[in-house]
Every structure is written in structure tokens, then in C-alpha cells.
């Protein structure tokens, strides 16, 4: 599991936070995979930081997004390089992964992605993080950029285009399982 710590404080120096707003994260690695100290880490972000900034950390974060889910996008994207996205998203279901969530292109040309388990009406939070805490928790939509990161990372490759983080609409954690994720990438062409 990756040391979500280090990672954001690493991500936060490449985009340019300002050290003086740095030092006052607590970054230390003692307890660096416990959900709760990544909760807290949050919270200091949302705090500390605009939403715009957060985005752009959070994006940049993401877990399987190398091995078995990155080769299958990877090979999805070169296997369909000559199709649209819009092609591609409507072939979706040829994609040899779990990791592969429902997306819709919207007319102002940004892509909405839909991630979590629907369970009778009720959704649940993919997250290995969350899913070690008890049960419902209050948690920032920050958090679930980590989520959008991992769609992010794997889209790129099986679309062949860039995304950016727009906005998190949704989460199923934060919904306490009302809604699913719902995260909108602004589309770039690489």
C-alpha cells in the first residue's frame, strides 16, 4: 500500500504550495497507512488549501494503477488508438478489468465517471482505506479525489487523451451510501 503521506506532501511540492502553507501539514510517518491519520491530513488540506489545490494533489494520487489494471488499459488504448473517446467508451465492455467504470461524455465536452459498488439501491466505497474504518464515517469529498486519481491515471491510458480532476460530485462515503462516485474530468488532448 503506497505512503499516502509522503506522496501528498511530494505532490504538493510539485505543484507549488508554498513551504510556509507545507509546514503546517503534520507529515510525519508514524502511522503513515492509517486511514484515520490520512482523514486528518485531509481535513488539514481542506483547511489549508483551495478546492482547485486540492483537486490537483489529489489527483495525482490514486492506488492500482500499475500491473494488471494499468496493462489492461494500456492495451485497451493501443488495441483502439484510431477510435474517438467516445468510440472507445462504447467499448468499454471489451475492457479485461475490474477497474473499468461507467462513463458518459457530456456535451461540454467533459467526462462524467461513475465508480462504487451498488448494493440493493445502497452504494458502497471501493476504497481499501475507508473500508478498515467502522462504519458510516464522515469524510471529505477531498479524500475520494484519491479515487478519481486511480480513474484518472487508468482512463489517460485507455482513452489516449489527458484528464484533469474537475470536481467531485459525489461519493458513496460521504453520501453515507445515497450516491455512487461521481467525478468530472476536463479532457485534453495529449
Known amino acids: 500500500m503506497p505512503n499516502l503521506i509522503k506522496d501528498?506532501?511530494?505532490?504538493?511540492?510539485?505543484?507549488?504550495?508554498?513551504?510556509?502553507?507545507?509546514?503546517?501539514?503534520?507529515?510525519?510517518?508514524?502511522?503513515?497507512?492509517?486511514?484515520?491519520?490520512?482523514?486528518?491530513?485531509?481535513?488539514?488540506?481542506?483547511?489549508?488549501?483551495?478546492?482547485?489545490?486540492?483537486?490537483?494533489?489529489?489527483?495525482?494520487?490514486?492506488?492500482?494503477?500499475?500491473?494488471?489494471?494499468?496493462?489492461?488499459?494500456?492495451?485497451?488504448?493501443?488495441?483502439y488508438a484510431k477510435k474517438t473517446v467516445e468510440e472507445r467508451i462504447k467499448l468499454f465492455d471489451k475492457l479485461e478489468t475490474p477497474h473499468k467504470p461507467l462513463c458518459k461524455l457530456k456535451e461540454n465536452g467533459t467526462l462524467s465517471v461513475f465508480w462504487g459498488i451498488e448494493n440493493e439501491r445502497d452504494y458502497k466505497c471501493v476504497c481499501g482505506f475507508m473500508k478498515k474504518l467502522s462504519?458510516?464515517?464522515?469524510?471529505?469529498?477531498?479524500?475520494?479525489?484519491?479515487?478519481?486519481?486511480?480513474?484518472?491515471?487508468?482512463?489517460?491510458?485507455?482513452?489516449?487523451?489527458?484528464?484533469?480532476?474537475?470536481?467531485?460530485v459525489s461519493s458513496a462515503i460521504s453520501s453515507k451510501g445515497k450516491k455512487h462516485c461521481e467525478f468530472i474530468f476536463k479532457i485534453n488532448s495529449k
Open 135 to 168: 462504519q458510516p464515517i464522515n469524510v471529505s469529498k477531498t479524500f475520494c479525489g484519491c479515487c478519481g486519481g486511480h480513474v484518472r491515471k487508468n482512463l489517460q491510458r485507455s482513452l489516449g487523451v489527458k484528464l484533469q480532476l474537475d470536481k467531485i
Open 8 to 79: 501528498i506532501k511530494n505532490t504538493m511540492v510539485k505543484k507549488g504550495i508554498s513551504e510556509e502553507i507545507i509546514t503546517q501539514f503534520d507529515f510525519s510517518e508514524k502511522d503513515y497507512n492509517q486511514p484515520e491519520r490520512i482523514l486528518t491530513l485531509i481535513n488539514q488540506m481542506d483547511k489549508l488549501l483551495s478546492k482547485k489545490q486540492c483537486l490537483l494533489i489529489m489527483e495525482e494520487q490514486g492506488c492500482c494503477t500499475t500491473g494488471k489494471p494499468a496493462k489492461a488499459h494500456s492495451d485497451f488504448g493501443k488495441k
